[in-house]
């Protein structure tokens, strides 16, 4: 089974929708990842609206593609898109990062749709290598996707796995990079350069892919290349260039807005900002 499919006027809407959807959520708790959230919009949208095998009345159907969110602090898009695409209802965000609710500030199994706890960085590439792995011994036909934040990438375990699901020739692999260039303290290239990507992910034997992070019709293709890659032996990075929180002015590429909530003065130009953008 598919999941629901959209245009891309309509996951255009939607995303300015979802962005929303992040800063009314953290705001309203004052905690939370809005930047790196904001940035993965797009590519999460294209995941479960455009590529997607899965089923949201059945979350472990056997066949369905597995998402690894190994950036797990992005949970206010990722239970945004999650619910969006039915896994539970809508009302259920509400409820976010606060006490008895599933929806907690990082990625946790026991909300539907999500495949594995991430927290600390570094682990997802590793938990998605073992379930691509699983794929082959079942003989299961599915792919594993896992969501990189790039930061992240400065954590040795990242290192280990690539060249592991190199030499096991795990091509039902897909790791996408949210490369936005900031994390926690300032930017990646200050702080420990992860450059350069291409040459670094091609050494250890990966197909690289780089695009717009958020152009639909670029992540589109991308994932159509990942999948016409199966047979090749190799697994795929794809580095999505994307922009720290995207969409309103005074967030964009600001360390500042990693894991903070806006105030009321700052929700209300963001939601300005959104709420003039046309997108279709």
Not at 203 to 218: L, T
Request: net charge negative; hydrophobic share 40%.
């Amino acid at each position: 089974m598919v999941g629901q499919r959209l245009g891309i006027n309509e996951l255009k809407n939607l995303a300015n929708e979802i962005r929303k959807k992040i800063l009314l959520m953290t705001y309203k708790v004052n905690s939370g990842h809005p930047g790196g959230s904001m940035s993965l919009v797009e590519v999460l949208l294209a995941l479960y609206f455009y590529k997607l095998n899965y089923d949201p009345a059945n979350p472990k159907w056997e066949l369905r593609d597995r998402v690894i969110i190994s950036k797990g602090h992005a949970t206010p898009v990722v239970y945004s898109v999650l619910a969006k695409a039915g896994f539970f209802p809508e009302e259920e965000l509400e409820g976010f990062r606060q006490f008895g609710s599933k929806l907690q500030g990082h990625v946790y199994f026991e909300v539907p749709g999500v495949e594995f706890n991430t927290g600390s960085l570094g682990h997802g590439l590793a938990a998605g290598i073992g379930m691509a792995l699983s794929s082959r011994y079942k003989g299961v036909d599915f792919n594993v996707y896992v969501i990189l934040g790039d930061g992240e990438l400065q954590e040795g375990s990242i290192w280990e796995s690539a060249m592991f699901a190199s030499h096991h020739k795990i091509d039902n692999l897909c790791a996408i990079l949210d490369y936005n260039k900031v994390q926690e303290n300032g930017f990646v290239n200050e702080i420990v350069s992860i450059e350069p990507l291409k040459e670094r992910w091609e050494s250890f034997g990966w197909n690289y892919i780089e695009i717009d992070g958020h152009d639909f019709n670029q992540i589109f293709e991308s994932l159509d290349a990942f999948t016409g890659n199966k047979g090749s032996g190799k697994p795929t990075i794809i580095v999505a260039n994307t922009v720290k929180g995207k969409g309103v002015s005074f967030m964009e590429y600001k360390h500042t807005y990693h894991g903070k909530a806006l105030n009321k003065e700052e929700l209300e130009r963001a939601l300005k900002e959104l709420n003039g953008v046309k997108n279709v």
